[in-house]
């Protein structure tokens, strides 16, 4: 109940102090806003501030106010704390974080003179008794006869020589006890306290000194052309304190640290132009050491950017160092010197040009708009090399160490990333950011991770470390995967200690390597940098792959699911959707059973899982639906694919876009095997085109059809020995000589493009493509008329026999002999003719009602017609394709091209030896 009371009256006065309102002025508001702050304070469900976050953060603003040169406020902020501390306040930390929170600027608006009204004032002792307040309040006291000594001793009858003598002790005894007063010090007057040690000379000699009060005047009117002269170590006393960045009389500090000379002042010994072009020298340099300092005290919240200003305060630090020794030599000199201010200006330049070199890089990188965080890197790597190639090596050491001062800081993030495969959050300095959000593990090498690029497609990092970006690049992702693959562990034991150094004097060593230019030093030490670290994760991640993950498996299961490497289980399984396919059966697109097919097939190859086997049909328009237009064509065959599940760490090798061209190279071996079994499929046990057609007809269809199957069989050929089997094994090997995943991943899709090329599906060859499947499709056509005609003859012997049997029966021939004689004769080529088209419709088991719709609707061409029609596309067709292989070939280059030009030259050659050409 206390503690309700007691919080009801807090939240009273806070609501007061925050609304200036009260119960009396506005009681509906202030009720409100008091319930509300009541109900928020009751239900809050906020940690206790974290005491340890609110130190560091203490310790990071003591460390501030002292690389600020504020020790005084540093050593300020640490004794209260410490008082602070040994008071063990309970609720020191929420108290100390609000402090924080209302900090604003301590450093600049922070002064140590407030302090002092912290301070508890002296208790008041009360009112100071003195004589003369004692005499105010007693005017007997007044009378000095009451101080004086009486002598009852004396028998002197002159009193008055006694009262005379009495009375000076008594002068003498006030004068004392006045002058011993507690409140005399605070009473007397500085000039009290002065001494007279100096004599007018000196002070004359100390106004003399102090040149810049000195005013012409003349009759009271100050002359402002006068100039007023100096002394040469005036002068050199102004410059080294104007180069110290303090304010002085002959020197002007402007806007943007600008210095410039004063001309109302010159030289006893030399002219005023002469002075002022050393003073406008003195002044340049000056700017330039302004500018530096100037800079360095800005505030920047970037590591990289205070990594920079760190360096250029120890360089000033060490300039002024070498200025107070000069001063020094002035002040106190040990020997005789000689006052020079050229002599100055030689001595201080030889310090001041590497600034000099500095504040030109400074501002150059202010005059940009919107620089990046790291371009100061590049603009001090760029006058390293300049400098080496000018041969000045005082530049080139000062510029080349600063630089790897810096740069030291940018690798970092870099380290980071490399060793453990980690991104700082929120930096946007580093060139390579995290994607956000989930991702799936086999996108996880080409989603997860990107390289920062500016809008202008460039890499968001120093010019002189784009080449090594893709390999730092692809190291940080192998320590990522491996990661996932928990093998981390064994790959930070398998790294050594030791880490290449790189500083100036490791990297350049200008007494040893003083002559070879600074980029290739560079990109050599860093090379080596990065591929210390690349080297270790890249090989243990190849090696993963291949051994514990299987992609020498993984590549072995998809060339035989694809490539059809094994002919004879890759047969079992494209015949059975072929005879379904000639049988008019529907299921030949159902998935289920092609994938109990697949399985069941496939299965027993050693280097693929049955389990992870799928087939699948692509969107069924109506024209798939109707068996008997299907079997027409080849291309319907596309609409079947096969699936392998691969693991996620095959897949970032096998990428699902190179899946999708082994699917399309598996589709074209399935449409020429097609054509291939719909020719070769009848056996020529029996030729029924002997009895029922005509030479020519049957030198028409067997030449067709030799010429097509020279073609299918020619086709794939080509295809497995000539193109898929060497590049296999070609990608194969280099696959294991690569050094890295992204190498790897390079070597692929490359084997697949020019596969994808050499296979003639390639978007160059895409009409010659078309072209093939016409011919491919001229095989199911040929064997459609042949079968048409077949029957055509079978029904027309049969319709020739009956008429036969009639015409005998009308012409009675009953004679016995005549009727022995002919009815076994007419019933045995009956038998014959009936076996012989038994044994047809056995060996020629299709449709024999699919043919062309140009020869069902017209009706009036006859089957040689029909064979000679075929024979001239075929014909033209196949030098189509030949002739274009050849021009590609010669139009294009490289590999592609001798492999088309080797095709073209064979379709050539077959079709002028079997000369085709002629009727």
Not at 119 to 136: H, M, Q, V, Y
Not at 443 to 459: E, N, Y
Request: proline share 3%; charged share 25%.
């Amino acid at each position: 109940m206390a503690y309700a009371t007691k919080l009801g009256a807090l939240t009273e006065e806070l609501v007061t102090l925050l609304t200036s309102t009260s119960l009396k002025s506005d009681p509906a508001r202030f009720n409100l806003h008091r319930e509300s702050a009541l109900r928020a304070l009751r239900h809050h469900n906020f940690a206790r501030t974290n005491q340890f976050d609110v130190t560091s953060q203490f310790d990071g603003l003591d460390e501030k106010f002292r690389v600020l040169l504020e020790d005084s406020l540093a050593d300020a902020l640490k004794e209260r704390l410490n008082i602070l501390a040994k008071l063990e306040v309970k609720w020191a930390p929420e108290i100390l974080h609000l402090l924080l929170e209302l900090s604003d600027r301590p450093v600049e608006k922070s002064k140590l003179e407030n302090l002092d009204f912290l301070k508890e004032p002296e208790p008041d002792p009360g009112r100071t008794l003195k004589w003369e307040d004692l005499i105010a309040e007693d005017p007997l006291l007044r009378d000095k006869s009451v101080w004086q000594n009486v002598d009852f001793g004396a028998e002197s009858s002159d009193g008055e020589d006694g009262f005379e003598d009495s009375r000076s002790e008594l002068s003498g005894l006030t004068n004392t006890t006045l002058q011993s007063s507690v409140d005399e010090e605070f009473n007397q007057r500085p000039e009290d306290y002065a001494i007279d040690t100096i004599n007018k000379e000196d002070l004359d000699q100390l106004r003399d000194a102090q040149f810049w009060q000195k005013t012409h005047t003349v009759d009271g009117v100050q002359l402002e052309t006068v100039k007023t002269t100096v002394t040469e170590l005036q002068a050199i006393r102004e410059v080294l304190f104007m180069l110290l960045g303090l304010p002085t009389s002959l020197f002007e500090i402007l806007r943007e640290n600008l210095v410039v000379p004063k001309r109302k002042y010159a030289l006893k010994h030399a002219s005023a132009d002469a002075f002022f072009k050393v003073g406008r020298s003195f002044s340049e340099q000056g700017t330039a050491v302004m500018r530096l300092r100037s800079w360095a005290g800005r505030d920047q919240s970037i590591p990289l950017m205070q990594v920079l200003q760190s360096s250029i305060l120890c360089r000033t630090v060490e300039f002024d160092a070498r200025i107070s020794d000069i001063q020094q030599r002035f002040v106190n000199p040990a020997k005789d010197i000689v006052v020079s201010l050229l002599s100055v200006q030689a001595e201080v330049s030889s310090y001041l040009r590497p600034l000099v070199r500095l504040s030109e890089i400074i501002k150059k990188l202010d005059d940009e708009r919107y620089p990046h965080a790291f371009r100061y890197l590049e603009l001090l790597y760029d006058e390293a090399c300049t400098s080496q190639l000018a041969g000045d090596d005082v530049i080139y050491s000062f510029i080349g160490r600063i630089f790897f001062e810096c740069f030291k800081i940018y690798l970092r993030p870099i380290r980071k990333w490399m060793e453990d495969g980690e991104l700082t959050k929120g930096d946007k300095v580093f060139f390579i950011l995290e994607a956000s959000g989930d991702i799936e593990p086999s996108l996880l090498w080409q989603s997860r991770f990107k390289i920062r690029r500016t809008q202008d497609g460039v890499l968001h990092a120093p010019r002189f470390l784009q080449a090594a970006a893709n390999r730092i690049f692809t190291t940080g992702k192998s320590v990522v995967v491996l990661k996932h693959l928990n093998q981390f562990d064994f790959l930070q034991s398998a790294r050594g200690d030791f880490e290449l150094s790189l500083d100036f004097d490791s990297v350049c060593n200008p007494e040893v390597l003083g002559y070879a230019p600074f980029p290739e030093l560079f990109d050599s030490a860093f090379h080596a940098w990065v591929e210390s670290k690349h080297h270790s994760a890249s090989s243990m991640l190849r090696r993963i792959l291949f051994d514990s993950c299987g992609l020498q498996t993984s590549l072995d299961a998809l060339s035989h699911l694809y490539f059809f490497a094994d002919g004879t289980t890759a047969s079992v399984f494209t015949n059975s959707i072929f005879d379904k396919l000639d049988t008019l059966d529907l299921s030949w697109n159902d998935r289920f059973t092609l994938t109990e097919l697949a399985q069941s097939t496939f299965g027993a190859i050693p280097s693929l899982s049955s389990d992870r086997l799928r087939t699948s049909v692509l969107t069924l328009s109506r024209k798939h639906q109707d068996v008997a237009k299907c079997r027409r064509t080849v291309k319907v065959l596309s609409i079947l694919e096969l699936k392998y599940h691969l693991s996620w760490p095959i897949q970032i090798i096998l990428t699902p876009a190179t899946i999708s061209t082994y699917k399309k190279i598996f589709t074209f071996l399935l449409q020429i095997r097609r054509s291939s079994h719909i020719l070769s499929r009848q056996r020529l046990i029996t030729d029924g085109l002997t009895k029922s057609s005509s030479s020519d007809e049957r030198a028409l269809y067997y030449s067709l059809r030799t010429r097509l199957l020279w073609f299918t069989q020619m086709l794939y050929y080509y295809l497995t020995s000539l193109v898929l089997e060497p590049l296999s094994q070609k990608m194969r090997a280099e696959l294991k000589a690569t050094e890295d995943v992204d190498t790897m991943i390079e070597v692929h899709a490359c084997y697949i493009k020019t596969t994808i090329d050499q296979a003639l599906l390639g978007s160059k060859l895409e009409l010659i493509h078309k072209t093939i499947l016409k011919i491919l499709d001229l095989g199911i056509k040929l064997e459609d008329a042949q079968a048409a005609n077949a029957a055509a003859n079978k029904e027309a012997l049969e319709k020739q026999q009956e008429m036969m049997d009639l015409s005998m029966a009308s012409l009675g021939l009953h004679t016995p002999q005549r009727k022995g004689r002919s009815q076994p004769v007419l019933k045995e080529a009956k038998e014959k003719a009936e076996s012989s088209s038994d044994d047809e419709e056995q060996n020629i088991d299709v449709d024999l009602s699919i043919l062309s719709s140009t020869f069902d609707e017209k009706g009036d061409l006859l089957y040689v017609e029909k064979l000679r029609n075929m024979k001239t596309d075929f014909d033209r067709w196949v030098r189509f394709v030949a002739s274009g292989l050849r021009g590609v070939a010669r139009a294009g280059g490289g590999g592609e091209a001798r492999s088309w030009d080797t095709l073209g030259e064979m379709l050539e050659n077959g079709l002028d030896a079997g000369g085709m050409g002629h009727r």
